[in-house]
């Protein structure tokens, strides 16, 4: 019996997941390259590829270092990478595997070109634009003004551009995830064109979070989609309606520690062991609490300290002392990253698997 708290994995559901979404991409005709930060471990995303994934997608380098040494060579990194030392690294990798990196200023843009010139080493790059998330990305007015000066570099080759931009559309959280996935891949693709008008190669738009990825991938012109939570789903994608609570094939096992008052227990899971990024009562979605429990969706937890999760649950439920629970995260990825190790569950029973890539911050 594995120790209290641990992240389950339902292997069955997690493969449906996977191919379900890979089926969609197929139907559309896009690129599946989902972003491995939700789960950061190579055999997870090997099983992304084997099911008809193109590569996958990392936040950072040592995200793309970890996938590398275990086998993977096809490779986005969707972050402008601007240190010296960062692209060091890429030069290196880029030697290794097909990689292409993001890039959304002039500044980081000279750079990459400095060392990449003195390794003669060409790194191929995507233009991040910001389309309405306000986070990185060159304006979208700016966009086509940058692409001439990164195409002009004689060791950056210009592959495509992307764009993030989640469940948002006008600057805001929304629930009309088609409507926004539409816009998104609308926005992307009229860009590209104005671009290709101007003499600027684009051969990938890429765009797509779990949300909107199955919208945007059917606006003609798209290529590219890199949805990441989809492998598992969790709390705020079952809110969201693109799954159901029983599509999450991810849950925190924990331990009732303590019952010190009606209505409320204690589990053995605070926040070094749940992500608090999506944080309760906040819009479109206003959940309660961080979690909520799969054996008593009534119950949710209501607060935590680092070590204590406060759930709150009704005055007869009997759970006791020594109980063992499943709690549905908000947000699985940053669960997932607090974590050194999850449990595959399958009908063999439980098997380990170290999350590889969990902590790789640089």
């Known amino acids: 019996m ?4 641990s992240v389950i994995i339902n292997e069955e559901k997690m493969q449906r997941n996977i191919e379900k979404v890979a089926e969609i991409c197929k139907i559309r005709g896009v690129k599946l390259r989902p972003h491995t930060k939700t789960h950061k471990t190579p055999n997870i995303a ?15 380098v040592s995200e ?3 996938m590398a040494e275990h086998g993977i060579d096809d490779i986005f990194v969707a972050y402008p990478i601007v240190t010296e030392s960062k692209i060091e690294r890429v030069v290196n990798l880029s030697k290794k595997i097909n990689l292409i990196v993001g890039v959304d200023s002039l500044e980081g843009a000279t750079k990459l070109s400095e060392v990449a010139k003195r390794h003669e080493t060409p790194i191929q790059v995507r233009l991040e634009v910001d389309i309405g998330f306000r986070r990185t990305g060159v304006l979208y007015k700016n966009a086509i003004a940058l692409a001439k000066q990164i195409q002009a570099m004689e060791y950056l080759k210009l592959q495509g551009i992307y764009t993030y931009r989640g469940f948002f559309m006008d600057g805001v959280p929304t629930l009309e995830l088609e409507k926004a996935g539409i816009e998104e891949g609308k926005l992307m693709v009229e860009l590209a064109e104005r671009m290709r008008s101007e003499g600027i190669e684009v051969r990938d738009i890429s ?5 909107t990825a199955q919208y945007a991938a059917t606006v003609k012109g798209i290529t590219e989609v890199r949805p990441g939570t989809y492998v598992f789903y969790d709390r705020m994608q079952a809110a969201l309606g693109v799954c159901s609570l029983e599509d999450c094939a991810a849950t925190v096992r924990a331990t009732v520690v303590s019952r010190p008052a009606e209505g409320l227990m204690i589990i053995d899971g605070g926040s070094k062991t749940f992500a608090t990024d999506v944080g309760p009562n906040s819009e479109p979605l206003y959940l309660k609490g ?3 429990l799969v054996e008593a969706p009534h119950a949710f937890i209501e607060r935590l300290s680092e070590e204590h999760g406060m759930v709150q649950i009704n005055e007869d439920d009997p759970f006791k002392v020594g109980d063992i629970v499943h709690v549905i995260p908000n947000h699985i990825c940053s669960t997932v990253n607090l974590h050194n190790k999850v449990y595959l569950e399958n009908s063999e029973g ?3 698997k170290i999350v590889y890539a969990r902590g790789k911050l640089s």
């Not at 090997?46 to 950072?60: R, V």
């Not at 765009?207 to 949300?211: D, F, K, N």
């Open 2 to 5: 594995i120790d209290t708290p």
């Open 46 to 60: 090997k099983k992304q590829i084997l099911a008809g994934a193109q590569g996958i997608t990392t936040a950072k």
């Open 64 to 66: 793309a270092e970890v």
């Open 207 to 211: 765009v797509g979070s779990t949300p």
């Open 290 to 292: 961080f979690g909520q």
């Open 350 to 352: 439980l098997e380990e």
